[in-house]
Nanobody, 115 residues
Framework: QVQLRESGGGLVQPGRSLRLSCLAS????????MGWYRQAPGKRRELVAT???????SYADSVKGRFTISRDNTVNTVYLQMNSLKPEDTGVYYC?????????WGQGTQVTVSS
């Protein structure tokens, strides 16, 4: 079981950027894929970005071209760079394995995009 801790959220204006970080308690080399998930108010949690086992990345259509996922295994951290933020990007952001492990959900980090 891996424990995950997200950070970096906040309140930003539309068009601005944020970088989220996810620190894993263990060696994330062992995991096939890592992802960032988002839960918007009143909606189900959705996968928005994945770092695949072969080193490639994939994104939900809603964030493609604006978000970038990366990982640094030397510090057990996965990042989500979010540019050109929109109000519809508002939500709680979580990281987890892909597919997600129920026991590994953390508290998430709140992102609010508003003018």
């Amino acid at each position: 079981q891996v424990q995950l801790r997200e950070s970096g959220g906040g309140l930003v204006q539309p068009g601005r950027s944020l970088r989220l970080s996810c620190l894993a308690s263990g060696n994330i080399f062992r995991f096939n894929s890592m992802g960032w998930y988002r839960q918007a108010p009143g909606k189900r949690r959705e996968l928005v970005a994945t770092f695949l086992e072969n080193g490639t990345t994939s994104y939900a259509d809603s964030v493609k071209g604006r978000f970038t996922i990366s990982r640094d295994n030397t510090v057990n951290t996965v990042y989500l760079q979010m540019n050109s933020l929109k109000p519809e990007d508002t939500g709680v952001y979580y990281c987890n394995l892909v597919p997600a492990t129920a026991a590994s959900w953390g508290q998430g980090t709140q992102v609010t995009v508003s003018s």
